[in-house]
């Protein structure tokens, strides 16, 4: 068990992913990657249709061991970095190890091709049976988006020039944003009090706050910032969506953009436009739960500032970090020991940043390195509910990569409809056990507290999934301004909430600080899928 004494906010350890206390453990770690890769291109000429299923097995193993490999040194440049995104030291190294990385990428890329494309069906599924019938999935979803990939040389020319290119793009958009400066303004008769907030974390904090002129004030500084960096922001976005439709659409072929996010999440394109429009058909339900708070705190009509406002002036106290962490943990022993092991493991091996700094990535995160590798979590823990359901949720994401510490690295990772399903289940168990402790008026404000959250993980996730597809094809058809951009986005918002929430222009940059448009396209929809799959399984569990 934990000495929850000893718990306290900080930083995470690197040192057991690379040691970089000594200069020569990083060379030497890309020294030997590099010989096993050059080792594993040595089987080039070996594949052939009729090659034994033990030499198959052997190359399979031998990726996997580069693969994960290449995983640690990536994982530690990346995580360096998202510890502080200002540091020129650890953009470098995220430079060095992507190049790194891509060109390893292109080395070993014939034997995928070869097992793709070249390999007649027979003979395919002749090695896929030859091996556990772990892989077989993986494997046969490789001979079914073959139809996508390119031939050797085109792939390695789009492999080298993603570094330079969207990636590119990616880090400059980070680093721009986790550097921003935010000025709130506070009116006191003819008097203005001027705040400074350096981390967008403590600034966004204020977004729940019990009093609507410092929620107003918040939003108000937070698009001002980003209205004022949107020609830049802007033009980023529209690149990054330009190069994902020249990629996937016009040289591989995917019938649209969101076809490309659904076929590697192994789900077909009806299933995610149900989900869509089964959300959309459902947004009155929020309506209706929107004008209701409106009369909880007081108000006629919510406005947009006020979507996350407490019904409540008598908000939940802060909670120190280490009785949050009593608090999730204690959850998950009830629910079943090895979650809770697992989850302190985490702590143990010190794989947490949880302190709020400047330049630090904000946001929360679980990253996998490598299936035998306790994974890592970052938060910006500030000590609000919200704080400890976060924590809940990223600690859900750990467990759900503890699970699968015995599965190959090439099939160890849920795609992403799937991901979102432990870390959500995570946080219910978290809200069961709060509300089991709270008096009626107390379970009153929660209970608000956890409609707020499924409406920002389900139907917010849905439509901003909804956007992107909208502002996909904008851009590429129509040859859009940024401001057509941001226009479009408060169209999307007007149909999300109707005539429930007075929504303010400033709300038309809300686009440009969601960085899952820029990283991950059509990502957001998992979030939807992965909260109304666990809402099923959680109802079976109670």
């Known amino acids: 068990m934990l000495n929850y004494s000893n718990i306290k906010l900080g930083k995470w350890d690197l040192y057991d992913l690379v040691d970089d206390r000594s200069t020569s453990t990083l060379a030497n770690l890309v020294n030997d990657i590099k010989k096993d890769v050059r080792e ?31 995983s640690t040194v990536n994982s530690f440049a990346q995580l360096k970095y998202a510890a502080d995104t200002s540091s020129n030291e650890a953009a470098a190294l995220v430079l060095e190890t992507e190049k790194l990385s891509s060109q390893i990428s292109n080395q070993v890329l014939f034997f995928d091709l070869w097992f793709k494309k070249t390999l007649d069906n027979n003979n395919a599924q002749r090695l896929i049976d030859s091996l556990p019938s772990v892989y077989r999935e993986y494997l046969q979803h490789k001979r079914l988006v073959a139809k996508y990939s390119l031939n050797e ?22 680093r721009m944003t986790n550097n921003f400066e935010f000025t709130v303004v506070k009116k006191y008769g003819k008097t203005k009090r001027i705040r400074i907030f350096k981390n967008k974390e403590k ?5 729940r706050s019990s009093r609507a002129y410092e929620r107003e004030s918040a939003y108000k500084a937070l698009f001002n910032t980003y209205e004022k960096n949107s020609g830049v922001l802007g033009e980023i976005y529209q690149n990054l969506v330009t190069q994902w439709r020249d990629e996937n659409i016009s040289i591989r072929g995917f019938k649209s953009p969101i076809s490309v ?3 590697y999440n192994n789900i077909d394109d009806t299933t995610v436009e149900t989900l869509l429009s089964v959300c959309k058909e459902n947004a009155h339900l929020f309506h209706d739960y929107f004008l209701e708070k409106a009369r909880l ?37 009830k629910f079943e020991p090895r979650f809770g092991q697992y989850t302190e493991r985490l702590f143990k091996e010190n794989h947490i940043d949880s302190e709020i700094r400047n330049g630090k990535t904000g946001g929360a995160f679980c990253y996998t390195v490598a299936p035998k590798r306790t994974p890592y979590v970052l938060l910006n823990f500030d000590g609000m509910m919200r704080d400890v359901s976060t924590m809940a949720h990223e600690f859900g994401h750990a467990i759900h990569s503890m699970f699968a510490s015995d599965k190959p690295i090439l099939v160890s990772h849920a795609p992403l409809p799937l991901a979102e399903t432990a870390s959500v289940f995570g946080e219910m168990l978290l809200n069961e056990e709060i509300y089991t402790k709270l008096n009626r008026q107390k379970k009153k404000i929660f209970l608000a507290e956890q409609i707020d959250d499924i409406y920002a993980t389900v139907m ?63 990502y957001c929809y998992a979030y939807s899928f992965g909260n109304l799959l666990v809402l099923s399984l959680y109802q079976q569990f109670s």
């Open 203 to 207: 600034l966004l904090s204020l977004v």
């Open 261 to 263: 996010r659904n076929i």
């Open 460 to 522: 917010r996730q849905a439509f901003f999934t909804i956007f992107e597809i909208e502002a996909h094809n904008q851009i590429v058809e129509n040859g859009v301004t940024i401001d057509n951009i941001s226009d479009l986005y408060m169209k999307n918002l007007r149909t999300q909430f109707g005539d429930s929430i007075r929504i303010s222009e400033d709300f038309k940059w809300e686009w440009l600080y969601i960085p899952h448009f820029y990283h991950t396209p059509f």
């Open 40 to 70: 594993f291109e040595a089987n080039r000429q070996i594949l052939k249709a009729n090659l034994a299923a033990s030499s198959f097995e052997g190359l399979v193993h031998k990726l996997e061991n580069i693969s994960e490999a290449i």
């Open 297 to 333: 705190i007081g108000m006629r009509k919510l406005r947009r500032y006020d979507l996350y406002a407490p019904i409540s002036s008598k908000n939940f106290p802060r909670i120190a970090f280490k009785n949050a962490t009593r608090l999730v943990l204690d959850t998950f022993h």
């Open 153 to 174: 040389s085109e792939e390695k020319i789009i492999n080298t020039l993603e570094v330079t290119g969207p990636g590119a793009l990616e880090k400059i958009y980070d």
